[in-house]
């Protein structure tokens, strides 16, 4: 089984390293928990980089020693202008995996730029982010996320969001969303409530 870290690599510095290496300890203690050694900051290679690139860390856990395959890409945000609801039967993606068919089909089913997943009519997250609605005066997060991403976790844990169950209905009482993963910070990519379209009947 693969699994990825997405790592911002800024200036030369990788940024909430600490955070990934969280994750990803938790990923060999479900896995391997005999071996629980493995430290990004000797893996990743010391790179004096202007700018900003998405790492891509993939590592397999089906060999004795975990494998890594490391790729850099300058980091170029995707144009994000609308979202759409879409509904879908609940699937397990509390590890980020590298295989991400389920998230790709629901993807298909919409013609926005990037979708909102409900399961049960709560929210959980877009097909790459982890969601922030505005309410006038706070940022606030799903506590039912698919994924709990380092983002996600760094700004709990910095109190610059709060965590509260959101459903569907509840979309209509906020002004935007932020969307937030490792490379982008909170109102770095922000999509207006009015620009999101909602499901007219259940899957």
Known sequence: ???????????????????????????????????????????LPK?????????????????????????????????????????????DYNMKYEDRGKINELEKRSKADDIIISFNNMITDG?????????GSDWLTPNTPLLKGVRRTQLLQEKRIKEVSIRIEDLFAFEKVSLINAMLDLQELTVPVSSIHFPKNDD
């Not at 995707?78 to 759409?84: C, F, G, H, P, Q």
Request: charged fraction near 25%; aromatic fraction near 14%.
């Open 1 to 43: 089984m693969r699994f990825i870290e997405s790592i911002l690599l800024r200036d030369g510095q990788y940024i909430n390293l600490d955070f990934h290496q969280k994750r990803m300890n938790q990923v060999f203690e479900v896995c391997t928990p005999e071996n629980n050694s493995h430290n990004l900051s000797q893996i």
């Open 47 to 91: 790179l004096k980089l202007p700018g900003s690139y998405k790492v891509r860390v993939v590592y397999d856990m089906d060999t004795e020693d975990a494998e890594y395959d490391i790729e850099f890409a300058e980091y170029l945000p995707k144009r994000i202008e609308t979202l759409e609801v879409v509904l879908s039967r609940p699937f």
């Open 127 to 135: 097909s790459y982010f982890n969601l922030v609605f505005w309410d």
